[in-house]
C-alpha cells in the first residue's frame, strides 16, 4: 500500500512521519527528573495521526496488562503545522487524505471515514493538540479521555477538530472544567504544546506513533511505528524480566466498564478472540439492547445501552 505524500502516513510501516525529520539530539535530551519505580514511556502522538488510532487496541489492553508497572506520558507532535507547508511538489488539496484513510482502515481493522477532509477539511492538526494540553493541565485521565472524544469525533464523525465548538463539547463529554480548559486553551496551553515539539525534536522523533521506554531517566528503548502487541509486552520484558503482568476480567461488561466505547477490533484484542468472533457477539449484544452500535463507512463502534437491564 502507498504512503501518503500529504501526511507521509505508509500504513506498511504503520507510521505518520512529519515532513522533515528532525536531528537526532536525543544525547542532550533532558527528561524530567521524576521519582518512580515505574518504567515511563513517552508517548508521541497527534490527534489526526491514523497509526496512532490503528495501535489503539493494543495500547488499551497494555494500560489493562502494565498499568500498574508503567507509566505513559502523552505528548504532542504536531503531524500537520499547516497546508501551505504542503504546497509544493505536486502537492495540492487535502481532500486526497480521504481516499488514504479509507486506505488503511481494513488495514489496521479500525473504523475511518475520510470524508472530513472533503466535507470541512482541517488547516492543521495544532488547535486540537494545544485542547489536549489543555485537557491534561487539569487531569491526566480526563486528558486522555478528552483524546479519545476528539479521535471519535474526526476519525468516525467527520468533524473538523480545529473548530472550538467541536472542541468544548469534547472537554465537557470529558467532565473538564470547560472555562478553565477554555482559558487554558487559549493561553498557557500553546507553551505546553511548544515544550512537547521541542522535546520531540531533542529526540529525533520522526512520526508518530513514538513510544519512548525510559527508566531512570535513561532511554532505553523505542517503539516506532504500527507494531502488534507481543512487540510492546517485549520490550517491557527486556527492560524489566520481573515486571508483573496483571490478569484482568475479559468479560464485555468488564471491559465496557473501562472503556466506554470500543470498535471490533479493540473488543477483539481486549477479548483475545477473532475479530468474526467478537463481530458476532457484538451484534448480538446489540439486538439484545445491551450495546448500541453505531455504524461507520468502514466497521463501528460499539457503545454501552445506560438503559440495558
Not at 472530513?116 to 493538540?129: A, F, K
Not at 511548544?194 to 521506554?213: A, E, H, M, Y
Not at 463502534?301 to 438503559?307: A, G, K, R, V
Request: glycine share 4%; hydrophobic share 35%; aromatic share 10%.
Amino acid at each position: 500500500m502507498k504512503n501518503n505524500p500529504l501526511l507521509n502516513c505508509d500504513s506498511e510501516k504503520g507510521v505518520c512521519e512529519i515532513l522533515e525529520a528532525p536531528t537526532n539530539e536525543s544525547s542532550a535530551a533532558q527528561f524530567e527528573a521524576i521519582k518512580t519505580d515505574k518504567i515511563r514511556i513517552i508517548y508521541f502522538t497527534d490527534p489526526i495521526c491514523s497509526s496512532c488510532w490503528g495501535i489503539e487496541a493494543q495500547l488499551r489492553k497494555f494500560k489493562l496488562e502494565y498499568g500498574n508497572s508503567v507509566d505513559i506520558e502523552y505528548r504532542m507532535g504536531g503531524l500537520l503545522p499547516s497546508w501551505d507547508i504542503y504546497n509544493s511538489g505536486g502537492i495540492s488539496k487535502p481532500s486526497d487524505v480521504a481516499g488514504h484513510w479509507e486506505e488503511v482502515s481494513p488495514h489496521y481493522k479500525m473504523p475511518i471515514d475520510g470524508g472530513v477532509w472533503i466535507e470541512d477539511p482541517l488547516n492543521s492538526s495544532y488547535p486540537p493538540s494545544i485542547a489536549f494540553k489543555a485537557a491534561q493541565m487539569q487531569d491526566e485521565k480526563k486528558a486522555v479521555i478528552f483524546l479519545r472524544i476528539i479521535r471519535e469525533m474526526v476519525f468516525l464523525d467527520k468533524l473538523n477538530i480545529t473548530k472550538t465548538e467541536h472542541l468544548e463539547k469534547a472537554a465537557a463529554k470529558a467532565k473538564l472544567d470547560v472555562a478553565q480548559w477554555k482559558e487554558d486553551y487559549e493561553s498557557k496551553a500553546q507553551i505546553e504544546f511548544k515544550k512537547d515539539l521541542d522535546l520531540g525534536r531533542q529526540l529525533g522523533v520522526r512520526g508518530f506513533p513514538t513510544l519512548i521506554f525510559v527508566k531512570d531517566d535513561e532511554m532505553l528503548d523505542i517503539l516506532y511505528g504500527f507494531k502488534p502487541y507481543e512487540e510492546f509486552e517485549r520490550r517491557i520484558k527486556k527492560i524489566d524480566p520481573k515486571t508483573d503482568k496483571k490478569e484482568y476480567s475479559a468479560e464485555w461488561q468488564n471491559l465496557f466498564a473501562v472503556y466506554p466505547t470500543l470498535t471490533t477490533q479493540e473488543f477483539a484484542v481486549l477479548s483475545n478472540i477473532s475479530f468474526e468472533k467478537s463481530q458476532e457477539f457484538l451484534l448480538n449484544l446489540s439486538s439484545e439492547n445491551k450495546l448500541k452500535r453505531k455504524q461507520v463507512k468502514n466497521g463501528d463502534l460499539w457503545i454501552l445501552n445506560s438503559n440495558a437491564n
